[in-house]
């Protein structure tokens, strides 16, 4: 396991909320090799106590109980100030680190990946068994993703370029994968004869604050639908791979990512809805709109298909906002309805299918959707009534933050959870169509109020409901 991680953007959000709260709680879980050290890198000229006094106070709020393993941990780190665009400053500042393996873990803004990736070179950091890290989006569109791979590619070999996905560190994205692979139930009926749609709902209440110059030039389409919610589409929809190694299974999700239906300027107006929040009410907070000279979306619905096989006309509904009414993670698959309807009632019932509801976030639960007739009266016609059945698994040991398992993965070298080059290039070749066309068509992003569940023209987008919305409050979606 390598014991250097010199983290670039040490003074960053993702660094601040994350990153330093993860390596606390794996210290505190002797997850670390006793001789971790952690050179943090930052922009701003402060010194070693500067820098920790900063951190401790940032990191108060999420690491309250670990106290003795925060300063444990804080006299690991030392700090070291140069600019990133800086090939010779990175390269002068650092090469003392080499002198034995590293990873170099870049949570800065992805400009910023190739100049300092050749900086490391020079510096000798990317040598040998040394690793480097990668922040997601990987560039803005294809040109750019494929700019950086090429760049990075003349810098190191792919087995040791590990680019994060968060959303892959989840234990419960995890779970997802298992529940599909690891069931014959759901493996006989995992294709597009018996699946009649996907839904894919990322909802937050958090709003671009204090994130203002990034997001302005990315938008929820390529911060969100491009990494995140592409991954998961890939894993819903791979083929089973026959070992579950890095390469196996990521050489599914590309080939899942590859069959997406590239968008057309007459599918983006039929089929996506982009939107941004105006001001308005989120968890009984007034909080304002996001205002900003550039016209980005922070919501979008998508509705798509794949292109092979397995998922022939099946519709996958993509659908991510800001200060939306709640915060919820979901996949819904829906089940055709029975072929041959037997019962009186309900009338209806035939278009209430079979559902497996994958709640992901907050909480993470798992729900199937059946009819039964435990509602029949004594006498007359049989009466169907939906019901459900709680698959639910409790007890399971979890990491609270996703970053906490992929660091522990980087350190020790396993690809798994991380996204390939090539994954990476056919995830934005499918969003540059829909950037595209959105371009040409000059398709607005339509105003919604904060705390709402997005446009009112995204309605027919949100997942079934059998009864409630997205994190159990009561609404409509289609049903
Ligand atoms: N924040 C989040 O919740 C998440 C972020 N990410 C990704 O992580 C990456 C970082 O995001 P985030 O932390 O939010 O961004 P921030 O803007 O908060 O932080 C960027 C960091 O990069 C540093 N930096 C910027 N320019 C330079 C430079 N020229 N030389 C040296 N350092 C520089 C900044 O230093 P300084 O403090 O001096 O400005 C800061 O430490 C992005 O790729 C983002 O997409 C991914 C998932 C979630
Ligand atoms: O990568 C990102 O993810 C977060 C959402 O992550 P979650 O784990 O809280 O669901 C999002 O807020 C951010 O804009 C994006 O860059």
Redesign the pocket.
């Known amino acids: 396991m390598h014991d250097t991680l010199l983290l ?8 601040q ?2 990153l330093f709260p993860s390596l606390v709680h794996l210290w505190r879980d002797r997850l670390l090799p006793p001789a971790f050290r952690i050179v943090a ?4 000229e402060l010194s070693d106590d500067d820098f920790r006094a900063w951190l401790r106070e940032r990191m108060a709020g999420e690491v309250a109980d670990d106290q003795t393993v925060v300063e444990e941990l804080l006299g690991k780190i030392t700090y070291v100030s ?4 800086d090939e010779t400053a990175i390269s002068t500042a650092l090469a003392s680190y080499a002198d034995r393996p590293s990873v170099s873990y870049l ?4 400009d ?1 990946f190739v100049p300092c990736a050749k900086g490391l070179k020079a510096a000798g950091l990317l040598e040998g068994e040394s690793r480097l890290v990668l ?3 990987i560039g803005r569109d294809l040109a750019s993703a494929r700019e950086i791979n090429a760049a990075l590619k003349a810098c190191l070999d792919e087995s040791r370029i590990f680019r994060i996905d ?1 959303y892959l560190g989840k234990a419960a994205v995890q779970n997802l994968l298992a529940l599909r692979l690891g069931n014959t139930l759901l493996e006989a009926v995992w294709e597009h004869r018996w699946i009649e749609s996907v839904d894919i709902f990322v909802g937050e209440t958090a709003g671009v604050d ?2 203002e ?2 997001y302005a030039n990315y938008g929820a389409l390529r ?1 969100m639908v491009q990494n995140h919610m592409l991954q998961l589409l890939a894993l819903i929809a791979m083929e089973p791979p026959s070992v579950l190694d890095a390469d196996s299974i990521r050489d599914e999700k590309r080939k899942v990512l590859r069959a997406l239906r590239p968008m057309s300027n007459d599918d983006v107006a039929s089929r996506t809805v982009r939107g941004r929040y105006a001001a308005g009410v989120v968890e009984g907070r007034a909080v304002k709109g996001f205002v900003h000279e550039s016209t980005v979306e922070t919501f979008v619905a998508v509705e798509t298909y794949i292109d092979n096989w397995r998922w022939a006309g099946v519709p996958f509904r993509l659908v991510t906002g800001k200060r939306l009414a709640e915060r919820a993670t979901e996949v819904v698959v829906s089940f055709r309805p029975t072929s041959h309807w037997l019962f009186e009632r309900p009338r209806r019932g035939r278009e209430r299918p079979n559902r497996l509801r994958m709640r992901l976030q907050p909480d993470e639960t798992i729900e199937l959707g059946l009819m039964g007739s435990l509602a029949a009266p004594e006498w007359g016609a049989m009466e169907l009534k939906p019901m459900s059945l709680d698959l639910s698994m409790s007890g399971s040991p979890q990491r609270r933050i996703a970053y906490e398992r992929l660091i522990v993965d980087v350190l020790r070298g396993n690809q798994t959870l991380f996204v390939r080059d090539d994954e990476v290039e056919a995830a934005w070749h499918w969003i540059d169509s829909i950037e595209t066309a959105w371009t040409q068509t000059g398709q607005p992003a339509l105003e919604y109020p904060a705390g709402s569940w997005g446009p009112s023209e995204a309605e027919r987008y949100l997942p079934p409901t059998n009864g409630y919305r997205p994190g159990n409050s009561n609404g409509g979606g289609h049903a």
Do not use: N
Not at 82 to 85: E, F
Not at 107 to 110: D, K, L, N, S
């Open positions: 670039f953007g040490a003074t960053g959000d993702l660094s909320r994350y890198v930052g922009r701003q140069v600019d990133l665009r949570a800065t803004p992805p910023l922040e997601k989006p968060h204090g994130r110059g990034y911060d």
